[in-house]
């Protein structure tokens, strides 16, 4: 059952939760379709496909802030993978495996950095506050892991189990409490930038500014290896590995996404 649910964890991902809207619209439409097709107005009509959402070119490159979030792995790695997650996301859960699949494969040349994108806003906004907290005191590895492991299988995330996880984790707590609001107004901004670069679900990556919507370790590591030989490249052409990602992604990276009609 583990691995169904992994393999399952790799096609999707979590988006906000509509279906209840979804459910009585559908329920409204096929009364309507009933009512006609009695009245001899007309014969019931097939349900039209709701269109998909408009997603990036995976080709495109978005310039996605960095400054001032966590991450794992060296600074001047020609690859920088951005990761809009949330924690209340069995698909975030699952990501980590891939974000580690990935360490493994490519060891220094990639980086990963952390920001917070919530697709479960009654659920799981405090949690990544409360990460984003004890970031600002050099913590976030041992808060991240806490949370996944003592908080997310029951979606505690209440305000009081948080705090007992930041103080497990070596915070100061009196500072954590005071960065709360700063912290909160932080996640917003960040789930603004990740949503006008049009993600919609998390977990999405955007590998040196590029677009991957889902766990699927495949998915990734194939854009990993096209940017690992243009990085190559640009590097040997000149660019600093400490300047590239400011460079190629931050100064020449489309600043929104903007749907084609």
């Given amino acids: ?6 393999a399952i964890s790799l096609l999707v991902a979590c988006r906000p939760d509509n279906s209840g809207i979804e459910r009585k619209v559908d329920a409204l439409s096929n009364r309507i379709n009933v009512l006609e097709a009695r009245l001899g107005t007309g014969a019931a009509k097939q349900q039209p496909q709701r269109p998909r959402r408009a997603e ?7 310039s996605v802030s960095i ?3 966590p991450s794992r792995g060296p600074v001047d790695a020609p690859i920088t993978i951005v990761e809009g997650y949330e924690y209340a996301c069995p698909a975030c859960n699952f990501a980590r495996q891939s974000v580690t699949q990935t360490f493994e494969k490519y060891g220094d040349k990639v980086r990963v950095v952390y920001k917070p994108f919530i697709v479960h806003p009654d659920v799981a906004t405090e949690a990544s506050i409360a990460v984003c907290a004890a970031s600002q005191q050099g913590k976030f590895d041992p808060m991240d892991v806490l949370v996944w492991e003592k908080a997310f ?14 103080a497990e984790a070596g915070v100061d707590v009196a500072r954590y409490t005071k960065d709360l609001p700063a912290c909160r107004q932080s996640v917003m901004k960040h789930h603004a930038e990740l ?14 500014g590029r677009y991957v919507v889902g766990a699927n370790p495949a998915k990734i590591h194939a854009v990993i290896d096209q ?3 243009l990085a190559d490249e640009r590097i040997k052409a000149g660019t600093a590995k400490a300047d590239y990602y400011a460079t190629w992604v ?8 903007e749907p084609k009609s």
């Fill in 153 to 166: 299988g029951t979606r505690d995330f209440s305000p009081a189990k948080l705090q007992s996880l930041a």
């Fill in 56 to 62: 990036p070119d995976p080709k495109d490159v978005f």
């Fill in 67 to 69: 400054d001032g979030l």
């Fill in 227 to 229: 940017e690992l030989a």
């Fill in 1 to 6: 059952m583990m691995k169904l649910a992994l």
């Fill in 250 to 257: 931050i100064a020449k990276g489309l600043k929104k996404f």
């Fill in 195 to 208: 949503e006008g670069f049009g993600q919609g679900a998390t977990p999405t990556f955007f590998v040196n």
